[in-house]
């Protein structure tokens, strides 16, 4: 029998990670997507699987040496259409599901966009993303000018080469049109029932600063262009009703109230243009997002499925630190009442019937694949994705805090144990980004690598986090670093005086929003014996100007531009405490994170570094803002090998 042991680095090259799936227009089968790293060539893989209800069998589809990802079957069953990068550039292919050859569908020169696919109700056709097939001229090479609002997107790069238009393939023919030609990134298309129309996201306009959320638009297959809702903020999950009249949809209109603000679920008459809300008396968000370490963009996407009747939509609802499917009324009085339970995290994925397919993860398990019989209640669990690789090791004991903060608002937080060593811990304080998002229920690695090398991880729903209502989580706008530092530093003492964090033995954490705390923090107290901020947020000022969504976001979160409230923005900027820092300090950065960029770790590791503080950089070339949980290989190992390497030199040392 194989030895128990805790988890450790390496098993990050041997999870495997669920990142999404469908079931079949007959309910009989699913088809699924999961990433893996091959640790010998540095490269991650999906795969596509078919599992058979009736058997349990899964079978794999595709022969995992390449990115095939978004399986999505034909209205008759026999095949499922997905994208994949065999060819050197991603490709729409066409495969049988019970044997043969994938068949490429789509020849586009720089390849098919990441914004999603759908089959035309009749079949004949599927509506995709890509970008124009001339090729660009070489940016870092050739001049070029700017007219956008904004130029350049987190993980895209410069929008002029990148943003995706919509197009239309006839599948008897082989041949594709281009629909839309707007300069806008058309992406997420969805048909009418009638086959007439696509809807689809239109984000980052020309003129927009609010590149992160788009307008909804419709375009029919002649090329016709409407926008249907425009100026709405956090939209997302949109689809039309089975009547096609109307088209639900999850955000919040631009009304003036704060960020950080719920949102709702909403529905739109396309005659009239009247917008009603579902969820008014929801206390709690929709499609909230809680922050997990893991490769699984393709679960935790907003998805929101209507019933064959019109009569409910389903759609997931943030609660503290868990999410679930609520059934939510679409006519009548507001209706909700969730249809899954318990301490884990649960994302929608497909409704067919009464069955909805869902992802569900909890603290030491990723996510895997369950069915819920929306009529009848019962769940199915369909994969266990990693039960015999977790069966080997002793994964940790997590328990649930609650204190109140110094000013009596009661916090919620986690302390997650070592499986080695005693009480008290040492511990390491790891901050959420968004801000507004939230820690909970789901499976992170880092928690679960550290804890494994024996630190206790306390991770808490500061204010500014999402799942406890609007008060809560609009509580910091124009005032960062005071409600949210004092709940953190309130949680540390919590967690002190219950016995389980050794006050003398702390670190300290996070990423973006986190990152900024992070900076924040050790620039306030030298409680802490090593940080590392990742992508942080460390100067207001320049972070409007150089960020993607700083002329927008800065604003939002400042409570105006720099010239009307420099004291907010210089406040509430890390940089302006920096040379107070004496902690040692790692700063990891992507280099090309355009949301976060590279000058605010540069800004404060110069201070550091002058007023003679022990700081180091860690530089990740080619990385976007998420490169630590979904960039190359490379650099996710360099980030955990970093990450344990400084918090054993720093808190774990005696000398320190």
């Not at 990802?69 to 499922?80: C, F, K, R």
């Not at 599927?126 to 000018?145: F, G, M, Q, T, V």
């Not at 389903?314 to 209706?335: K, M, P, S």
Request: some cysteine; aromatic content about 10%; charged content about 20%.
């Amino acid at each position: 029998m194989s030895q128990i042991r805790t988890l450790q680095r390496e098993d990050l090259f041997e999870l495997r990670f669920l990142n999404g799936g469908q079931l079949s227009p007959d309910q009989t089968r699913v088809v699924y997507n999961v990433a893996k790293i091959d640790a010998a060539d540095d490269k991650e893989y999906s795969t596509i699987f078919a599992l058979d209800r009736a058997s349990g069998h899964s079978r794999q589809l595709t022969n995992g040496r390449a990115k095939d990802t978004l399986p999505a079957w034909s209205l008759d069953g026999d095949s499922i259409a997905f994208v994949s990068d065999r060819s050197g550039k991603a490709q729409l292919y066409l495969l049988p599901v019970d044997g043969g050859e994938a068949r490429q569908l789509t020849h586009h020169e720089r390849g098919i966009g990441g914004g999603g696919f759908a089959w035309s109700p009749d079949g004949s056709s599927i509506a995709y993303c890509a970008a124009p097939n001339p090729e660009p001229p070489d940016l870092s090479k050739e001049p070029y000018r700017v007219d956008r609002m904004v130029y350049r997107f987190d993980a895209i790069g410069y929008l002029d080469d990148q943003v995706q238009e919509i197009f239309l393939l006839d599948l008897e023919s082989g041949e594709s049109r281009q629909l839309t030609d707007d300069r806008s990134n058309n992406i997420n298309p969805r048909w009418s029932p009638d086959g007439a129309t696509i809807l689809y996201d239109a984000n980052m306009g020309i003129e927009t600063d609010r590149a992160m959320t788009p307008d909804l638009k419709t375009v029919d297959l002649d090329g016709n262009c409407k926008t249907i809702l425009q100026g709405w903020t956090a939209v997302s999950a949109a689809s039309f009703t089975p009547d096609g009249g109307r088209v639900v949809f999850v955000g919040r209109p631009t009304d003036g109230k704060p960020i950080g603000t719920k949102s709702d679920l909403y529905i739109l008459d396309l005659a009239t243009s009247e917008v009603d809300c579902r969820t008014t008396g929801l206390k709690v968000g929709v499609g909230g997002y809680l922050s997990m370490d893991m490769p699984v963009a393709g679960i935790s996407i907003a998805n929101t499925a209507v019933s064959v009747d019109g009569a409910y939509a389903y759609t997931a609802v943030q609660a503290g630190g868990t999410n679930h499917v609520y059934r939510v009324a679409l006519t009548g009085d507001e209706d909700w009442e969730a249809v899954t339970s318990g301490d884990c995290a649960i994302y929608p994925q497909s409704l067919v019937g009464d069955a909805l397919l869902y992802a569900r993860t909890e603290l030491n398990a990723p996510p895997d694949l369950w069915l819920v019989d929306c009529a009848g209640g019962n769940h199915e669990r369909l994969t266990e994705l990693n039960a015999g690789r977790l069966a080997r090791i002793s994964l940790p004991e997590t328990e649930r805090l609650l204190w109140p903060s110094n000013d009596g608002v009661q916090v919620e937080g986690w302390y997650m144990k070592p499986a080695i060593g005693s009480a008290p811990y040492p511990t390491i304080l790891y901050i959420h980004g968004g801000p507004h998002a939230a820690y909970g229920c789901a499976f992170h690695f880092d928690f679960q690598m550290l804890a494994g090398a024996g630190y206790g991880v306390l991770f808490l729903n500061h204010r500014a986090s999402t799942g406890y209502g609007d008060e809560f989580s609009t509580a910091i706008k124009g005032d960062w670093g005071n409600l949210d530092y004092k709940d953190l530093m309130s949680g540390v003492d919590h967690a002190i005086a219950l016995g389980l964090a050794d006050a003398d033995r702390l670190g300290v954490c996070g990423t973006s929003g986190g990152g900024n705390l992070s900076c924040w923090v050790i620039g306030q107290t030298d409680r802490f014996k090593a940080a590392i901020p990742q992508n942080p947020v460390t100067n207001w000022r320049s972070f409007y100007g150089t960020s993607d969504i700083g002329i927008w976001f800065g604003v939002q979160q400042m409570g105006g531009h720099p010239h009307e409230i420099p004291e907010v923005y210089e406040r509430c900027s890390p940089i302006t405490y920096a040379h107070n820092c004496t902690t040692p300090t790692l700063m990891v950065q992507s280099e090309l994170d355009w949301r976060c960029p590279a000058e605010q770790s540069e800004q404060y590791y110069t201070v550091l570094k002058a007023n003679g503080c022990v700081v180091e950089m860690l530089r990740q070339p080619g990385g976007a803002h998420g490169a630590s949980i979904y960039g190359e290989i490379n650099l996710r190992r360099a980030h955990n090998d970093a990450m344990l390497d400084w918090f054993a030199r720093y808190v774990l040392s005696e000398e320190n």
